[in-house]
């Protein structure tokens, strides 16, 4: 069986697009069968994906490749591969496992939607993309995979698509990862033309190894950084992390496929995968493009969490520190700590979607009330809900030894802390995680505790469909942390392709006591802000958020996402517009009218040229004829036919001639 | 009054005139022959003066010369006349201002 | 005996002959079964037509006018075939997409003989003949059939692009006076070495190439064709944009490339730069307009600009590798085949919805996609087709254009994805407007895709699917021909 599925990897992806197709030729009313086939699709996906995880485990540094001529074009073939090494693998695993748990709250939670049948159908496609990015070979079958991903995402985001601010985020979404995705796409060109080839591994010959390598020399800097964009597009990186917030308009279990687990992952995912190129001609592990990775992460990471702190949506919280997230990753990836960076990708994956989930099944207790000023006191009424999503907060927290998020988010502080260009993104870093801890307080004292408020009177408790995939997150979310500890360190050695041994020192580390205290600190500030929330206390009224309250500026501003939509609206887009305005304008007039008047210089010619012969040459010939008429008729008139006057006529001339005569002698 | 070239000249000439005259203001066909007849006569006047007078007068050329032209006179007015009549029959009339057939 | 290619440009000829003899009702019938005569001609070319053999094949030969050089001279390379199968495929798709009166017919049918001898000609004089006729039919179809304003827009697409065939035809008439033929081939073994000298080369560059300008049309030569377009009924537009400004393309290839490469090489950047103002000026225009079919008309300008772009970056430029140059033109066809099909796609949904609705300003719709959710779907494929999603006929074309000249003219190609981008702009707008949001009130009544329209729509959509996915049976059609040009311009 595993021998079969390397070679047939292509499988993995063609089955949930097989059954998205299936799905869509559905007719509309057919809930049941639609729902059973997505969650099948989505089992036999993970089932391959087992068969194909079993080899790369049984070999450290363990690598399949199957490449093909996609086609011919001149006498070049372009070629295309599928790849399966430990990161292909690990990423196979979580997605169709995270997958098949929002599938399964998915037809809990969308239950009774009209296009249900739809809506299972995108999500199948989704995943099927998804897997085919992660397996590619090839940047080229990867970028095709990853615009599927963004299509997946758009189609997804506005699915509900009467609602006007759905689709506005759709497409918001979708032209912002496009602005990434195309300079990914220059990359992709200039590395093409540089190496010859953009498959990732062909025998020494593909763009990652040395035979590809070689060919880059300088211009691997900015190939990088073009791919990068791509990656900043996709996982919500300053400054084109926009479009992630408002993505919260989809469906909660897109929300958390999606903008959780991951679509956004692609992006480190991608960084992860090129990283050859990243580091190529690494000086003491620093290049200049990862030095733009490690600070563009470092301003996400902080950026996200600050904002993170003034939100009152529960979805967009839950959005902005999957941005600060992301950031974080970026950050451990440029500083070096590639495996570092790919497990806290994995472990972000399980309990985000548990956070996400958890949101779902809030807001669907709520009956669909996001804003957590209205919510409070569920903690009684939810406790399933309750119980698993302080798991995961308590896991995107970082709070050690328990929690798998921990334990990734010490490998990440570790490895930046040993960065040789600078110390500041370790301490940047550590604001990060109290933020991280105050956020996430902030939320939870909001929703589970206090008082029931206006929302939350009658909330009940989601249906087992949804919250089973809840429980099976927070399982996974904790005992995730088994592979991820130093002192096993199994899974950072599957990543680098080392075997992993057991040694229980490393458990102990000077940095986990550091993290301890900023968690701990974090959590106690926030209990301390946050614990008369929802209730008058002293001057403030009850409505109003601690902070806003003691720094109503800051908190606007916060509140606001900073202003950068306000000023991309203000300036890129404006401008935009009105290029967009002046061409339209210079077609019409200035265009249209230079075209013209070269023509209406043609014209005047011609006009002239008309004149000319109308006046000159016409009016001659005209003349001509009408002279010649004249003549004709005053000669004939001599013509009287009178004898007598032809006879005096020669008298007269016989007389001249005489005269003439005369006068000559 | 001796007879001198030039008398007759004179003569000529006025009867050459007299005939032209007749041939131009006469409207009636008849009369302009007659006019043309005295014109020819006024050069046969001429032909015998020049003869006359000349240095070396042979006795029998100008007058023979004369006698050619007056026949060819007689003929000419013979056609003339059998022409007028030919129009008359035609036209019913000889006025000259009537016959402009020959108009372009 | 008649050739293959003399059948296939005398089959529509006789339909609409055959048109005149019949009832008026059957006209569109008549039509479409010629069409097919048409067709299956054309699969016989395919058939016949050797894909591993370079140079122009099943020729015909005929003296014709032996005092100007003049023959009738028809034969295929791969080029040809691939638009020769392009025109079977829109004509009909053209025919298919709204009811027409028994003269509308026969001028479609006209044209369409017109394009096949365009494609198929290989001596100026014949091939001029036939780009000629293709114009008359275009003028009429959109002057009598025409929407609003269509005497004016009839009158600006006629006086652009005969002027632009005058200019060209006086650029020929210098080329044979100096060289004497009208031969292409011929010629284009003169132009290596230059064709003409001095100020006659040049003025015989700029004849040609404003000729071909306006009809592809390049920036800023295109402002006639958002009118005509506009103003054309829908099938005609079909035409206009799928077919009618292939031929452009075609002569750019066939005739400007070949013969003046030195002229090219030095006014390159210059010609370059117009293609990336038609890349990125013709999407932002687009971005503006309120009428569907003006949007789309300016899309494909923006869409020729990708084949300008990689025509140029070839022949401006010919230090590039061989496989830069392959990709370059083999994407430069693939986008002409694809946009041919994409763009014809476009005019026809948007025809529907203004069958439907008597409007097609963007504003009018709203909230479709709860109405009339295969329209919308089908509709969708066809933008995504056109934005250049990958796994859609429009990625492939773009992606080989890109590759080919990003290696050869790398800046000119970096703001060419400006384009790329306000492309998807436009049509994320479009369909946010179009699809999304609360059904509007006057669209409630909308029928979903008839099963008509079914039928016509969707095995056109499948062929962008299959194009996506595995597009190689219509590269086989013209590999060895852009081997063989890219000898000859790299």
Request: glycine share 10%; proline share 4%; net charge positive.
């Amino acid at each position: 069986m595993s021998r079969w599925i390397l070679d047939h990897l292509w499988l993995i992806p063609a089955v949930p697009f097989a059954v998205s197709l299936v799905i869509l030729s559905l007719p509309n009313g057919r809930h049941k069968s639609a729902a059973v086939l997505a969650v099948a699709g989505q089992v036999a996906a993970l089932v391959l994906s087992f068969f194909a995880f079993l080899p790369t485990l049984q070999t450290p540094g363990f690598r399949a490749v199957q490449n093909f001529t996609w086609f011919t074009f001149g006498d070049h073939a372009l070629r295309l591969g599928w790849l399966l090494d430990p990161l292909a693998a690990v990423m196979l695993m979580m997605i169709t496992l995270v997958g098949l748990c929002i599938f399964v709250f998915s037809t809990g939670y969308m239950a009774g939607d009209k296009n249900f049948v739809r809506f299972f159908a995108y999500l199948s496609f989704f995943s099927g993309a998804m897997l085919g990015l992660v397996i590619s070979n090839s940047l080229l079958l990867l970028f095709i995979f990853w615009e599927l991903v963004g299509l997946a995402s758009y189609l997804l985001i506005g699915f509900w698509i009467e609602r006007p601010s759905a689709a506005t985020a759709a497409k918001k979404a979708f032209v912002t990862t496009r602005i990434g995705d195309l300079g990914f796409f220059l990359g992709l060109l200039w590395l093409y033309g540089r190496s010859g080839t953009l498959l990732f591994y062909d025998g020494g010959d593909g763009c990652l190894e040395t035979g590809g390598l070689n060919m880059l020399g300088a211009s691997a800097t900015f190939i990088a950084l073009l791919i990068f964009c791509g990656a900043m597009g996709k996982s919500g990186q300053f400054p084109l992390h926009v479009w992630l917030p408002d993505a919260m308009e989809g469906p909660t279990p897109v929300s958390a496929l999606i903008h959780a687990a991951t679509m956004v992952a692609a992006g480190v995912f991608l960084v992860a995968r090129a990283y050859p190129i990243f580091s190529l001609g690494a000086i003491n592990g620093v290049t200049a493009s990862l030095m733009v990775v490690v600070w563009i992460g470092v301003i996400t990471a902080l950026m996200a969490a600050l904002i993170a702190i003034a939100q009152a949506d529960i979805k967009r919280i839950l959005a902005y520190s999957t941005i600060s997230q992301l950031g974080l990753m970026m950050v451990s990836l440029g500083v070096g700590g590639v495996a570092a960076g790919m497990m806290h990708l994995l472990a972000h994956g399980f309990f985000k979607a548990l956070l996400f989930l958890g949101a779902g099944s809030v807001i669907h207790g709520c009956h669909g009330e996001q804003d957590i000023r209205k919510m409070g006191g569920l903690r009684w009424l939810m406790p399933i809900t309750f119980s698993t999503y302080a798991i995961g907060m308590m896991a995107l927290s970082g709070v050690p030894l328990f929690f798998s998020g921990g334990w990734t988010k010490e490998e990440i502080l570790h490895v930046t802390a040993h960065w040789p260009a600078s110390r500041l993104p370790y301490y940047f870093l550590l604001i990060g995680v109290l933020l991280t801890a105050l956020y996430m307080t902030r939320q939870i004292i909001y929703v589970f505790f206090g008082d029931r408020r206006v929302a939350s009177q009658h909330a009940h408790e989601s249906p087992r469909v949804m919250t089973m995939p809840l429980i099976a997150l927070a399982i996974c979310a904790i005992l995730f942390s088994i592979v991820l500890t130093p002192a096993w360190p199994w899974l950072h050695d599957y990543l680098t392709g080392t075997a992993a041994d057991v040694e229980l020192v490393r458990l102990i580390q000077s940095t986990l006591f550091l993290s301890l205290v900023l968690v701990g600190a974090g959590f106690a500030l926030g209990i301390w802000m946050y614990r008369k929330v929802g209730v008058q206390d002293r001057q403030r009224p009850a409505d109003t958020d601690p902070l806003e309250f003691a720094q109503p500026q800051l908190f606007r501003f916060l509140e606001n996402k900073m202003w950068i939509d306000e000023l991309y609206a203000r300036t890129i887009i404006a401008f935009s517009w009105m290029s967009a305005r002046l061409s339209d304008w210079m077609d019409r007039h200035f265009w249209d009218r230079l075209v013209r008047g070269f023509g209406g210089i043609g014209q005047l010619l011609g006009v002239f040229t008309a004149s000319i012969d109308e006046r000159g040459i016409n009016a001659g010939v005209d003349e001509t004829t009408v002279g010649t008429r004249g003549l004709g008729r005053l000669i004939s008139a001599a013509h009287s036919g009178q004898i007598q006057t032809y006879l005096s006529v020669i008298a007269i001339g016989v007389l001249a001639l005489l005269l003439f005569y005369a006068w000559l002698a | 009054m001796t007879p001198t070239l030039q008398l007759f000249l004179i003569i000529s000439a006025a009867l050459f005139s007299i005939g032209l005259l007749a041939a131009l203001s006469r409207r009636h066909a008849i009369f302009i022959l007659i006019g043309i007849e005295m014109m020819l006569a006024a050069a046969n006047l001429n032909f015998i003066a020049f003869w006359r007078f000349s240095p070396q007068s042979q006795p029998p050329t100008g007058v023979m010369i004369a006698i050619f032209s007056i026949a060819i006179a007689a003929a000419e007015a013979a056609v003339g006349l059998a022409l007028v009549i030919a129009v008359y029959r035609h036209y019913r009339t000889t006025n000259v201002d009537h016959l402009n057939q020959l108009k372009g | 005996m008649v050739g293959l290619i003399s059948a296939l440009i005398m089959v529509p000829l006789a339909g609409a002959l055959a048109l005149f003899t019949a009832p008026a009702r059957n006209a569109r019938p008549i039509a479409l079964l010629f069409n097919a005569l048409a067709a299956l001609d054309a699969l016989a070319l395919w058939q016949h037509f050797d894909i591993r053999t370079a140079g122009l094949q099943l020729v015909e030969r005929h003296t014709w006018i032996p005092a100007v050089g003049a023959e009738y001279l028809v034969g295929i390379d791969g080029l040809s075939l691939l638009l020769v199968l392009l025109t079977s495929l829109i004509i009909p798709f053209a025919f298919l997409a709204q009811r027409m009166e028994r003269g509308f017919c026969a001028l479609m049918l006209i044209m369409q003989s017109a394009l096949y001898g365009t494609f198929t000609a290989q001596n100026f004089v014949l091939w001029f003949l036939f780009y000629e006729m293709s114009l008359i039919p275009a003028f009429l179809l959109i002057k009598i059939w025409g929407g609003e304003n269509r005497d004016r827009a009839a009158t600006k697409f006629f006086l652009y692009t005969f002027l632009g065939s005058v200019a060209m035809l006086l650029g020929f008439l210098g080329i044979y006076l100096a060289r004497g033929s009208f031969d292409f081939a011929t010629l284009a073994g003169l132009g290596k070495n230059g064709l003409l000298s001095g100020k006659l080369a040049w003025l015989a560059f700029a004849g040609i190439f404003l000729g071909l300008a306006v009809k592809v049309p390049l920036f800023p030569f295109h402002t006639w064709l958002p009118d005509a377009y506009e103003s054309a009924p829908t099938g005609v537009a079909m035409v206009l944009t799928g077919l009618l400004s292939k031929m452009g393309v075609y002569g750019f290839v066939r005739l400007l490339l070949p013969l003046f490469p030195n002229e090219i090489r030095i006014i390159g950047p210059w010609l370059l730069a117009l293609a990336i103002c038609s890349i990125v000026f013709a999407p932002l225009a687009a971005w503006v307009q309120s009428d569907l079919k003006r949007m789309v008309a300016y899309l494909s300008v923006n869409h020729l600009g990708y084949c300008m772009l990689g025509l140029f970056a070839v022949a401006a430029l010919p230090s590039g590798a061989a496989i830069d140059t392959q990709a370059a033109l083999s994407g430069v066809f693939m986008q002409i085949f694809n946009h041919g099909i994409t763009a014809a796609a476009l005019f026809y949904l948007v025809g529907l919805l203004e069958q439907r609705r008597g409007l097609r300003g963007i504003g009018d719709f709203g909230g479709l996609m709860q109405r009339t959710p295969l329209l919308c779907g089908w509709m969708s494929v066809a933008m995504f087709s056109s934005l250049g999603l990958p796994g859609l006929n429009g990625f492939i074309g773009e992606f080989l254009i890109f590759k080919g000249s990003f290696a050869i003219a790398a800046s000119f190609t970096a703001l060419a994805v400006i384009g790329l981008l306000v492309t998807a702009i436009v049509f994320m707008r479009a369909m946010q407007a179009l699809f999304s949001g609360p059904l509007a009130e006057n669209c409630s009544a909308f029928p979903d895709l008839l099963p008509r329209e079914k039928v016509t729509i969707i095995p056109v959509t499948l062929l962008m699917f299959a194009i996506g996915v595995a597009p190689q049976f219509v590269f086989n059609i013209f590999n060895t021909t852009v081997v063989q040009m890219a000898r000859l311009f790299g």
